[in-house]
């Protein structure tokens, strides 16, 4: 975890600031400020080279600084960019909630809220920030770790006919466009997408 300074607590109008600090200016700003002071020198006393040479130096150590933070930036950015895509189309099992509660399904999609931050979106509606994912695991994997178990969910494959589909899960089947099934007890299957709960055990 990344330590915080008691100093970077402070609101920017109470934290302390050196004297003659030039850490909060830009490379440009610093550089008009030089050629300003250059120009505006007493001839008889002009800047030494040591010190004209060591102002030029704190130009490019700015500039350099400003360059590499943007440069991480963006390479987070595209990391979690990613990472995040390789998701879809993985089941995913979230850590446990507030309540208790584990929010699982597949991801279908990926959305970035504020400052980037990846937010994978699960076919049952539910949204699943990244850094709460617990388990990853293939279609086949997740529907065959399901034999046994009690499930209930909404065949959505006529979207204008939805209908609720439950029973005890017997096999898993995966066909050849790699939609993962659950076939039941019933006689009924249900697509691993449409999945919406699961109840340990069958039902006697």
Not at 56 to 79: A, D, K, M, Y
Not at 114 to 129: H, K, Y
């Amino acid at each position: 975890m990344e330590s915080v300074s008691a100093a970077s607590l402070l609101s920017p109008s109470t934290a302390p600031k050196a004297a003659n600090s030039f850490s909060d200016m830009g490379s440009g700003e610093f550089l008009k400020l030089l050629i300003t002071q250059l120009t505006s020198q007493d001839p008889m006393q002009p800047m030494g080279n040591e010190e004209l040479l060591r102002q030029i130096s704190s130009i490019r150590e700015i500039e350099l600084s400003t360059t590499l933070t943007e440069s991480l930036r963006n390479l987070t950015g595209q990391q979690n960019v990613t990472a995040a895509s390789s998701m879809i189309g993985q089941y995913v099992t979230g850590a446990p909630g507030a309540n208790g509660q584990v929010s699982s399904g597949l991801v279908v999609g990926v959305r970035f809220a504020d400052g980037g931050r990846p937010v994978l979106m699960l076919s049952n509606g539910v949204e699943m920030p990244m850094e709460q994912v617990s388990l990853i695991q293939p279609p086949r994997q997740a529907a065959e770790a399901l034999v046994g178990q009690t499930v209930m969910g909404i065949d959505q494959r006529d979207p204008k006919k939805p209908q609720v589909v439950e029973g005890v899960v017997t096999a898993a089947r995966v066909d050849d466009k790699g939609e993962a099934f659950l076939e039941l007890d019933t006689g009924g299957e249900l697509r691993l997408r449409d999945l919406v709960s699961v109840t340990t055990g069958a039902t006697a």
